[in-house]
Nanobody, 119 residues
């Protein structure tokens, strides 16, 4: 299985930026088999939702709510995925989780990282 550790969250004013990082670790096979990597978020009282994902070759996909403001990238050599978040809004406040998909299916959730945006 793949283990995930997210970091980079914090408190920022509306209009500000944050960069989230996620480190994936595990057996050589589990890491090698990772295809998609992505980010989800869960706001209080709401369901967890997909924010963005990216293929192994670097093709991204974004939720409509973050299109044009967030950028997802990955470094396959370092087993990392990043989420650059610009023009943050109060409604972006949530716990952000990364996820990977490979031959074993979706990875277990990490602990997440809190992003809080003040108005």
């Amino acid at each position: 299985q793949v283990q995930l550790v997210e970091s980079g969250g914090g408190l920022v004013q509306a209009g500000g930026s944050l960069r989230l990082s996620c480190a994936a670790s595990g057996s050589r096979f589990s890491i090698f088999s990772i295809s998609y990597m992505g980010w989800y978020r869960q706001a209080p009282g709401k369901q967890r939702e997909l924010v963005a994902n990216i293929t192994r070759s670097g093709n991204p996909n974004y939720a409509d709510s973050v299109q044009g403001r967030f950028t997802i990238t990955r470094d396959n050599g370092k087993n990392m995925v990043y989420l650059q978040m610009n023009s943050l809004k109060p409604e972006d406040t949530a716990v952000y989780y990364c996820a990977t998909w490979g031959v074993g299916g979706k990875s277990p959730w990490g602990q997440g990282t809190q992003v809080s945006v003040s108005s």
